[in-house]
């Protein structure tokens, strides 16, 4: 068997693909990468396509043993990634052999980091996806976090290139953000004063922000309704329950819901939101959702343009 034994698992460490895409009717959720950005870059760096299975790792911790010679990547929140004792540059694919151990520490900025490997982990699907979701016990191994003594099965290509991301192009994870978010139809259910006071406040992420969603405290908003007749959650939804104050819908929110919501924040920005440590700070600005379009074709435009630089 070729691949990575656990050693230690870290906080919470998932394995994710891109996401369960086509099951809400069945009340399968998404999953897939908070950090969608980051976990493309992961990929990239070591020449996989944009789907190949990657680890999240939330919050560090994470020890690994390769048992196989391969390449692997570190992007997203910093944290300290080592090989052998010796501390390495993040954004960065680098050659491992068999016996090197590979370790991740505690992040110091954000939140989430994905650690890819040439050619992938290679992780039973289940629905179509390997993406872990805890909640619904699907996706992973049995729908778990990594436990210690698991081992990720991978057979590096024999030829694989690798790259870095150069410093300018490397995200800013800070921890006090302007986030965009779209009004939906629901939003005649809060008054003018109402969604002033929405957008013009300062809400900070509490304890109770995982990858179902983001809860923020501030200013409390009321709708002129308590509930509604449930219905299907988009990602990145912000919903108003009675006590007023936002919870912001991710990855593996639950597919329908009844709270009123004021609108949605899009996803490159719940991508940005879930980098956020409890205690940041958040404010929202509204956008159309022309500008949402084009803010989704400008990122996806400059990922393509953006060329990293190969590595020996």
Aim: negative net charge; contains cysteine; hydrophobic residues 35%.
């Amino acid at each position: 068997m070729s691949g990575f034994k656990v050693v230690q698992p870290g906080l919470l460490t998932l394995i994710q693909d891109a996401g369960r895409f086509g099951h809400h009717r069945i009340g399968l959720t998404t999953g897939g990468p908070l950090d969608a950005l980051a976990f493309k870059w992961a990929n990239r760096l070591v020449d996989n396509p944009m789907n190949t299975t990657a680890l999240e790792i939330s919050f560090g911790g994470l020890v690994l043993a390769a048992e196989t010679d391969a390449q692997i990547v570190l992007a997203g929140a910093e944290m300290p990634l080592k090989i052998n004792g010796i501390e390495q540059d993040r954004w960065h694919a680098h050659k491992i052999k068999a016996g090197d151990k590979i370790e991740v520490g505690f992040s110091t900025q954000g939140a989430r980091a994905y650690l890819a490997v040439s050619g992938g982990f290679q992780v039973e699907h289940s629905f179509s996806s390997s993406a872990t979701v805890t909640r619904e016990g699907i996706g992973g191994f049995t729908g778990e976090k990594l436990q210690q003594g698991d081992f990720l099965h991978c057979t590096p290509p024999v030829k694989h290139r690798g790259y870095r991301l150069p410093e300018q192009h490397r995200p800013d994870y800070a921890d006090n953000i302007t986030l965009r978010v779209i009004t939906g139809y629901q939003q005649h259910a809060f008054s003018d004063y109402q969604k002033r006071l929405f957008f013009s406040s300062e809400y900070t992420v509490t304890d109770r922000a995982d990858r179902m969603g983001y809860r923020l405290a501030g200013p409390e908003v009321k709708p002129s309704f308590d509930g509604i007749l449930s219905e299907g959650i988009c990602h990145g939804a912000i919903q108003i329950p009675a006590d007023g104050q936002p919870i912001v819908l991710l990855n593996d929110r639950q597919t329908i819901g009844g709270y009123p919501k004021i609108g949605s924040m899009i996803a490159m920005d719940t991508a940005r939101m879930a980098q956020m440590l409890p205690g940041s700070r958040i404010s929202f600005d509204e956008i159309t959702i022309d500008d949402a379009h084009n803010l989704h074709c400008l990122g996806h435009v400059r990922f393509n343009n953006t060329e990293p630089e190969p590595v020996d």
